[in-house]
């Protein structure tokens, strides 16, 4: 009872004299000079560039694609890409053609051997 | 992004064009031997690089022992059934069994014997070293009687062949 007292007290007797100083600085204080004629971009721009900055991944498919509009970037990507066409369709074509070759190998094998005629590779 | 979807699209379809025509130029030979009319003996004359001399001597003695196949393939077939036949009817190893089961082994030592020779008949119109690879090519499928699972690519020990190389 005797602390509530004396806080009240306190409070009472508290000078208000800075609040009053701050209040009079914030009225006489003035804006001098003008912005320049760029600023409200420029604030724009920075607005912008952080929305930006934030990683999402439609906006890096919109960057990646926007990218492909440079002539270089595009025709890197289409040699890239054409470079592992033709070594893909090269080496697609030599498994396929060692596949083949095995089975005509057995198909000889099954034409001089009666046996293995038998044993039904031609129905393979 | 539109313009770029389609650079990405124009991109990606020269890339299945290169892809195709790449494949489609590389097996052309492969497709051109498979659809011939015979095309086990094409794989023959390409594999062992026979010469035209060559090939012709094969080819008449490839024909003679086709015939001979056929006849034993025939007999082999009619064999079996005899043999399956008194198998199924007997209850337990009568005369007749043994002696078609006899008659069994005999004609399937004689295949050997045939199929064989002929190996050696063909090989020895061969260059010396292709007639060795064919040599050992054809008997390790004689004597492997698994020989079939050989011939599925990917199979333990059974590597791809390419022209005129060792398998």
């Known amino acids: ?124 | 992004m539109k313009l770029g979807l389609w650079i990405l699209g124009g991109i990606l379809f020269l890339g299945i064009g290169v892809y195709q025509s790449v494949y489609r130029v590389a097996h052309a030979n492969v497709i051109a031997l498979s659809h011939g009319p015979n095309p086990e003996l094409e794989w023959l004359r390409q594999e062992f690089a026979i010469e035209d001399a060559q090939w012709e001597v094969i080819r008449t003695l490839h024909a003679a022992h086709d015939e001979q196949c056929l006849a034993f393939c025939a007999e082999l077939e009619a064999t079996n059934a005899d043999l399956l036949g008194l198998m199924r009817e007997s209850r337990e190893v009568t005369p007749e069994v043994e002696a078609v089961l006899r008659k069994a082994t005999e004609l399937r030592e004689r295949c050997r014997r045939t199929t064989l020779q002929h190996v050696y008949e063909v090989s020895r119109n061969m260059s010396p070293e292709a007639g060795k690879r064919y040599v050992e090519m054809m008997t390790t499928h004689l004597v492997d009687e698994s020989w079939h699972e050989h011939m599925v690519p990917g199979y333990p020990g059974n590597e791809a062949t390419s022209h005129g190389k060792h398998p």
């Open chain 1, 1 to 124: 009872m005797l602390g509530l007292n004396n806080l009240n007290h306190m409070n009472e007797t508290q000078p208000e004299e800075p609040d009053d100083r701050l209040k009079d600085l914030l009225e006489e204080w003035k804006v001098e000079g003008e912005a320049p004629s760029t600023f409200e971009a420029g604030v724009w721009r920075k607005i912008d560039s952080s929305r930006q900055d934030e990683w999402s991944p439609m906006v890096w498919v919109d960057r990646w694609l926007a990218g492909l509009c440079s002539p270089a970037i595009a025709g890197a990507l289409a040699a890239v890409v054409i470079s592992l066409a033709w070594a893909g369709g090269l080496a697609q074509s030599r498994t396929a053609e060692a596949q083949a070759m095995q089975e005509l190998r057995g198909q000889y094998v099954a034409a001089i051997d009666p046996l293995a005629r038998l044993s039904g590779w031609e129905a393979r």
